[in-house]
T-cell receptor, first 115, second 118 residues
């Protein structure tokens, strides 16, 4: 069955510190992978996506993610966290095209940023 | 360009009552999706419209949920009668037609409607 695991429910980092949010997936075919962020009162915003090609993907707000097929992982990273990065982050996997484009999400990681 | 909008932002109803949630997708987006997040759990797919047709409703929990998309524009999700376990945040998302735009897969999400059933 298709699934996405985000093992860290809640992470706290200091402003300026580096960040890595973990995501593992279980998917039968080549996945399309996404990271979304939800700030308070906002909808989910797409940070980055991986379809094919270079396994290191650059996104908005200084985020990047690396697809590792051998580990079934798509971890999100940022070298220096800003207080405005405090939000909830969701990893998702989905098929390309086809009859349905539903996304399968992980449970989310809530990021707190300490001054 | 206006994003995906949802109304209301919050709704508190009693068990047994009816609630209707509305979603207005981005103009020109053929695909419209409903998702739900129950507290502490993952965001789960409910259904997918392509224009006015239901493409996939495999995630709908039961027949108390009815989704419509009249004229292929906005969509409504009605819960009747509401139960306690229906509480959660209901998200709507839209995307363009994958056959016309590449890569077209990005789903744009609205802010969600928080439903509380007491």
């Amino acid at each position: 069955a298709q699934s996405v695991t985000q093992p860290d429910i809640h992470i706290t980092v200091s402003e300026g510190a580096s960040l890595e949010l973990r995501c593992n997936y279980s998917y039968g075919a080549t996945p399309y992978l996404f990271w979304y962020v939800q700030s308070p009162g906002q909808g989910l915003q797409l940070l980055l996506k991986y379809f094919s090609g270079d396994t290191l993907v650059q996104g908005i707000k200084g985020f990047e993610a690396e697809f590792k097929r051998s580990q079934s992982s798509f971890n999100l990273r940022k070298p220096s966290v800003h207080w405005s990065d405090a939000a909830e982050y969701f990893c998702a996997v989905g098929p390309y095209g086809g009859a349905t484009n539903k996304l399968i999400f992980g449970t989310g990681t809530l990021l707190a940023v300490q001054p | 360009e206006a994003g995906v909008t949802q109304f209301p932002s919050h709704s508190v109803i009693e068990k047994g009552q009816t609630v209707t949630l509305r979603c207005d997708p981005i103009s020109g987006h053929d695909n419209l999706y409903w998702y739900r997040r129950v507290m502490g759990k993952e965001i789960k797919f409910l259904l997918h419209f392509v224009k006015e047709s239901k493409q996939d409703e495999s995630g709908m929990p039961n027949n108390r949920f009815l989704a419509e998309r009249t004229g292929g524009t906005y969509s409504t999700l009605k819960v009747q009668p509401a139960e306690l376990e229906d509480s959660g945040v209901y998200f709507c998302a839209s995307s363009q037609d994958a056959r016309r735009v590449s890569p077209s897969y990005e789903q744009y999400f609205g802010p969600g409607t928080r439903l509380t059933v007491t």
